[in-house]
């Protein structure tokens, strides 16, 4: 039996344990009631919100969640049935085209194109453009569903097709006149929560991180915290004290307030509702999917099979050169960077402040 070019990265034990998944995943979905995850179905079933099923699209996600255990089955089937629960509660795709509240406009920005032209989803978070921490971080709930409408939009314009880096995204945090050794209660709430969720709920999705315009002090808490982190995370995260810096790991294609040649990080932003515009495009694709002669059809594309994950196991230490911009599980921080934490190995995070942040407040 052969198989499919999307699984021909993975060993044999991995495959097995992605077998046993799709074997339980029925199970899974009827114990939850719920069949999306970030905007695709899990299943045939046609009720329930997502676009239309795909197995490819389906194993992709799936093997998001058992790398993020291991490919522990017993770990991994927790953690998905309790990412579906909290879906089907929290209505993520609802934050991903609900208007939120105008204070959070300057604080999100997303783009989708890198160097040259190619797709590149970028999620910028950029905290030093909050003046009133209480009235951003106090209302949680507002705040927190802004900033899972963000990340949902961004998983949106993903392919979900293609293994490793084509279903996962950038995300660079600017702490541009943020002071991190003065954290209010609203804003260390509003840190803890948001890594909690994003931990849980959103295994795999992120291919680097990117801390910039972060101030020396934290840059030795970060290179502290990172001695105690797998190879495999330290790869993804890296840190600057002068956010022009960025370009180096990026390219030229960064708008020049990070050192490239790119325009306004506000031109570059994607349109407000690419969810919505996504849906649409499908719906438009499926009528004309209705017009082909018979015996025409259509399949998933399928990305690089040789592609490697970008978390996969590398024997990795902090060098004294700058990052390479296009290899990203070899992705190391320059001489005037350190790499930095994450609460979890397997986890991703999205908080307001870095965890290191608050290592540094207590």
């Not at 991190?180 to 840190?191: G, H, Q, V």
Request: with cysteine.
């Amino acid at each position: 039996m052969s198989i499919p070019a999307h699984l021909q990265i993975l060993q044999p034990s991995e495959l097995e344990a992605l077998k046993k998944l799709q074997d339980e995943l029925p199970k899974i979905l009827e114990k939850t009631d719920y069949n999306e995850m970030y905007g695709h179905k899990l299943s045939e079933a046609e009720d329930g919100p997502g676009k239309a099923y795909s197995e490819v699209k389906r194993d992709i996600i799936l093997l998001k969640f058992l790398k993020a255990r291991d490919y522990d089955i017993a770990q991994t089937k927790d953690m998905l049935t309790d990412a579906l629960k909290w879906r089907k509660e929290f209505d993520p795709l609802d934050c991903a085209s609900a208007k939120h509240d105008s204070k959070f406009d300057k604080l999100g920005v997303i783009t989708d194109k890198g160097a040259g032209g190619e797709p590149q989803v970028t999620n910028w978070n950029l905290y030093g453009a909050v003046s009133n921490r209480k009235e951003i971080f106090g209302d949680l709930k507002g705040f927190l569903r802004w900033r899972v409408g963000i990340m949902e939009r961004s998983l949106a314009l993903l392919d979900f097709t293609k293994p490793g880096a084509g279903s996962m995204l950038l995300q660079i945090h600017d702490y541009k006149n943020v002071s991190f050794l003065r954290l209010d209660a609203e804003t260390k709430a509003a840190s803890k929560e948001t890594i909690r969720v994003f931990q849980s709920y959103y295994p795999e999705t992120l291919e680097r991180k990117f801390f910039v315009n972060v101030p020396t002090l934290m840059q030795f808490v970060f290179g502290f915290v990172n001695k105690f982190l797998s190879r495999e995370t330290v790869a993804k995260f890296v840190v600057y004290s002068n956010g022009k810096d960025l370009h180096k790991s990026l390219g030229s294609w960064v708008p020049a307030e990070y050192g490239g040649k790119g325009g306004p990080l506000l031109e570059m932003a994607i349109s407000d509702h690419p969810v919505q515009e996504a849906e649409t495009k499908e719906t438009k694709e499926k009528e004309k999917e209705t017009e082909k002669p018979v015996g025409t059809s259509e399949t998933d594309t399928v990305g690089d099979a040789a592609e490697p994950a970008p978390t996969e196991p590398a024997a990795e230490t902090v060098p004294t050169t700058e990052p390479a911009p296009t290899e990203p599980a070899a992705e190391t921080a320059p001489t005037e960077s350190s790499t930095a934490p994450s609460a979890e190995p397997a986890a991703e995070t999205a908080e307001p402040v870095s965890e290191g942040a608050k290592v540094a407040a207590q």
